[in-house]
């Protein structure tokens, strides 16, 4: 019986620009512990194949820390037998040197003989004899510059009778596309012409897998959350059994904990003027968690004298105490400007109430500068 780890879209080295360095540090080791989880199942349960399908990092030049951590993990699947097959994903293959053969930085484990790189924007393949099976890996690089159509239109798979065929890539499935959806797409119809026994498809954070006519196809999903976008995914990777029908069986991880906390203007007016500071704090609070990654959004529309009235700095020192990271967003809420009862001026959100400061502060520059200029011209004058 041949068993294999499938897994994708790890994002090691991942970047927030909103945490300070030791909260990124800290997060970061949580994205390296969901990969290192990954590769000890699949010691554990003595597997012979090891699949990533793409985003192995988050970034094509991600720090030594990183490349080195994953290359003695992959070490260690090497020592317990494993072969390990990458491809590159959206992320970690640099646009500019895709033609040369791209993916820079998980080439080195190609190099370093942990790991068997399929690079470029053609299809390659490797035949692995296991327990008596053949079993041709093939797969393709995703190429970052396709951004709509078939992006594996043209190239040429070609079946070799092995007793299983996988084949790897990393783009959107059509009929699994998330609402907004821009990017290249693989139609249902180009994947069933393809001739392979089992798909792989990394780029698509949500887990699922399905049966096309007499194929599997699995889209592994990501190993941890990465935005406030995601907070209802499952995190994980799938283990696979290869009998007379392969035997699939998706395997979670424990993902660190983050909410998107919505707290509506009405909650907050509703309350009387002595405690819409502590209720505030009283919502943050009841969900709060030391490892929690927290947004909270405020929503809808408020008087702009009800607004000043909030310290907000505390409110931002409360998440930041109780949580790992903690994010008020504004988007979401509508100002009042004085006077405004269903007439007169309408509500201006607080990014628009951003820019108008902005634009003020610009024609003050201006007034400065003009006002600086005249005083150069007196000095001149008085010399």
């Known amino acids: 019986m041949v068993k294999m780890v499938i897994c994708a879209d790890t994002h090691l080295n991942a970047y927030y620009a909103k945490m300070r360095p030791e909260q990124l540090e800290k997060r970061r080791e949580y994205l390296r512990n969901a990969f290192k989880f990954v590769v000890d199942f699949a010691i554990e349960e003595k597997v012979d194949l090891f699949l990533h ?10 720090r030594y820390l990183e490349l080195i951590f994953v290359f003695r993990e992959l070490m260690r699947l090497k020592e317990a037998g494993i072969k390990t097959f990458l491809i590159g994903g959206t992320h970690d293959i640099p646009k500019a040197r895709f033609e040369a053969g791209g993916a820079a930085s998980i080439l080195i484990y190609d190099i370093g003989q942990v790991a068997r790189v399929f690079r470029g924007a053609r299809i390659q393949s490797e035949i692995v004899n296991i327990e008596g099976n053949t079993i041709t890996i093939a797969g393709v690089s995703c190429d970052p510059r396709l951004r709509e159509g078939n992006p594996l239109e043209g190239l040429e798979f070609h079946s070799d009778n092995s ?9 959107a499935i059509e009929g699994k596309i998330p609402p907004n959806y821009e990017g290249a797409v693989v139609p249902i119809h180009w994947l069933r012409q393809l001739p392979a026994d089992l798909v792989i498809a990394g780029h698509l954070h949500p887990h699922s897998h399905f049966d096309l006519g007499n194929k599997l196809v699995i889209i592994p999903g990501a190993t941890e ?25 998706y395997q ?11 707290i509506h203007s009405a909650e907050i007016t509703s309350k009387p003027k002595g405690e819409r500071f502590h209720y505030l ?6 969900v709060s ?8 959004k405020l929503m809808g529309e408020i008087e702009n004298d009800v607004l000043m009235e909030v310290p907000f700095n505390q409110i931002l020192e409360e998440g930041n105490t109780s949580n790992f990271f903690f994010d008020l967003d504004w988007q979401g809420l509508k100002i009042k400007r004085g006077g405004y009862e269903g007439g007169g001026e309408s509500p201006a959100s607080v990014e628009e109430e951003m820019k108008s400061v902005a634009e003020s502060l610009e024609e003050e520059k ?7 200029d005249l005083a150069l011209l007196k000095w001149k004058e008085a010399r």
């Open 289 to 296: 968690h030391p490892e929690k990654l927290l947004k909270c």
């Open 163 to 171: 007793d299983f065929t996988i084949f790897m890539f990393h783009y």
């Open 252 to 262: 979670k991880i424990p993902a660190q904990p983050m909410q998107n906390l919505e």
């Open 53 to 62: 399908a793409g985003d192995l990092f988050d970034m094509p030049d991600p």
């Open 281 to 286: 704090l009283s919502r943050i609070r009841e």
């Open 366 to 372: 201006e007034l400065l500068k003009e006002a600086l």
């Open 225 to 249: 959350r990465f935005d406030f976008g995601e907070e209802k995914n499952e995190c994980g990777f799938y283990y696979v059994e290869l009998e007379e029908k392969p035997k699939i069986k």
